[in-house]
T-cell receptor, first 115, second 113 residues
Framework: EAGVTQFPSHSVIEKGQTVTLRCDPI?????LYWYRRVMGKEIKFLLH????????ESGMPNNRFLAERTGGTYSTLKVQPAELEDSGVYFC?????????????FGEGSWLTVV | GNSVTQMEGPVTLSEEAFLTINCTYT??????LFWYVQYPGEGLQLLLK?????DKGSNKGFEATYRKETTSFHLEKGSVQVSDSAVYFC????????????FGAGTRLAVHP
């Protein structure tokens, strides 16, 4: 069974440019999460989809970040325009159902560097 | 609000030494607790978990016990290997029916031969 896959694995862009990160969750997982770790700090929650609906977007830092999950399958996270402080690793994760005991599976992350 | 506090690293050990990485939490209700590991150049992997008080999670020689009375979930391993060098993250899942994770800051472990 394929795990959570993310693309691109690494991206270097200039300040002011746009980057779109993609995540394919594990098949059948309704829950999809975005997290990020910036500058070696703690991993922070960005938002949570249940199928195609945004369940919780309280962690989105500002309106330069836009997440979508059309059709309830894969998701994209767009940063436009990118700023230097957006550099870090963006993790996507997925899980089944509503039970908090269910394991959340993470992808390998998309490493973003803004220069 | 809910939070997770981990001991600061880096932790540097010799091979076969005993490892403890402390983790304490603050939470309302009854969260589930997790340890995730990130090896160099790789993504986050679930190492172990415990879903209720007094549960012990274990995997790859690592163990952690959910202690509600001390709100702790310390990670231990009796004999570390060089291949255990990684960053370890303690996390809890909030209640409310969905398992959004709150992470600690991570503890970097370096094991030398």
């Amino acid at each position: 069974e394929a795990g959570v896959t993310q693309f691109p694995s690494h991206s270097v862009i200039e300040k002011g440019q746009t980057v779109t990160l993609r995540c394919d969750p594990i098949s059948g997982h309704d829950n999809l999460y975005w997290y990020r770790r910036v500058m070696g700090k703690e991993i922070k929650f960005l938002l949570h989809f249940v199928k195609e609906s945004k369940q919780d977007e309280s962690g989105m830092p500002n309106n330069r970040f836009l997440a979508e999950r059309t059709g309830g399958t894969y998701s994209t996270l767009k940063v436009q325009p990118a700023e230097l402080e957006d550099s870090g690793v963006y993790f996507c994760a997925s899980s089944q159902g509503r039970d908090r005991r269910n394991t959340i599976y993470f992808g390998e992350g998309s490493w973003l560097t803004v220069v | 609000g809910n939070s997770v506090t981990q001991m600061e690293g880096p932790v540097t050990l010799s091979e076969e030494a005993f490892l403890t990485i402390n983790c304490t939490y603050t939470a309302t209700g009854y969260p589930s607790l997790f340890w995730y590991v990130q090896y160099p150049g790789e993504g986050l992997q679930l190492l172990l978990k415990a879903t209720k008080a007094d549960d012990k999670g274990s995997n790859k020689g690592f163990e952690a016990t959910y202690r509600k009375e001390t709100t702790s979930f310390h990670l231990e391993k009796g004999s570390v290997q060089v291949s255990d060098s990684a960053v370890y993250f303690c996390a809890l899942s909030e209640g409310g029916g969905y398992n959004k994770l709150i992470f600690g800051a991570g503890t970097r472990l370096a094991v030398h031969p």
